[in-house]
């Protein structure tokens, strides 16, 4: 099995800044995928942000320019710093993972417990 921790949320003024992790853990050979989504009350789960293994990151248009995505490939770590915060961005934020579990396998869709992030004006 697959395990996804998030870390990082928390309770933050507009402006601010908060640092999210994510850590994965268990049978993994090779990880395609890590990304962050986020579901505010009311609405659809929405992608925030997404890297692959060519390190090409993708961003939802709300939070280019603020958000960074990064990885640690060798410790099976992804990150996302979120600076200039607004109201709109609260939310709880999951984070995602496109799995291999063995050679020749194929890819499964993993997701953390998800993690609080509030933001007040």
């Known amino acids: 099995q697959v395990q996804l921790v998030e870390s990082g949320g928390g309770l933050v003024q507009a402006g601010g800044s908060l640092r999210l992790s994510c850590a994965a853990s268990?049978?993994?050979?090779?990880?395609?995928?890590m990304g962050w989504f986020r579901q505010a009350p009311g609405k659809q789960r929405e992608l925030v942000a997404l890297?692959?293994?060519?390190?090409?990151?993708r961003y939802a248009e709300s939070v280019k320019g603020r958000f960074t995505i990064s990885r640690d490939n060798a410790k099976n770590l992804a990150y996302l710093q979120m600076n200039s915060l607004k109201s709109e961005d609260t939310a709880v934020y999951y984070c995602?993972?496109?799995?291999?579990?063995?050679?020749?396998?194929?890819?499964?869709?993993?997701w953390g417990q998800g993690t609080q992030v509030t933001v007040s004006s």
């Open positions: 890297t692959t293994n060519d390190n090409s990151p």
């Open positions: 268990g049978s993994i050979f090779r990880i395609n995928a």
């Open positions: 995602h993972a496109k799995v291999v579990r063995r050679w020749h396998a194929g890819e499964y869709d993993y």
